[in-house]
């Protein structure tokens, strides 16, 4: 971007502080100190422009290095996790739906450890299947 533009500029800022204008024998000329005060507006429009141009290159090559620490950051990551396949050898088939054993509360709605062990196994019958004894 920046040789683009440095093509399309005519004179750079030491071309215009250097520029002496021819001046007229016959008739009415320039004045040379309101064209070197325009001419050293102008130079300092181009400093101007030259460094807001730096500033905006630093903040572009800022930001793809950023970019690029990013994408290397994000490739070390997914190298890191582990890639799973899914193929129908891996798919595990969906269990029978099995109703859980209701059973009607003691009456003074005691739990005791037999009832909570009764409730897991129906869980696991329900969630593995009949087979959970074997796992």
Known sequence: MRCELVEQVKYTQKDILERVFKQKRMGVGYDPADVDNFL???????G??????DQ????VTRLQTALKASQEQLVAVKQQQPQTVVTPATVIPEAPYVAPVVETPRPA??????????????????VFGHDAENV
């Open 109 to 126: 709605q005691v739990v005791t450890n037999l009832d909570l062990i009764k409730r897991v196994a129906n869980l696991e019958r329900a």
């Open 48 to 53: 101007a422009y030259a460094g807001r141009i």
């Open 56 to 59: 905006l290159q630093n903040e």
């Open 40 to 46: 050293d507006d102008i130079i300092k429009d181009y």
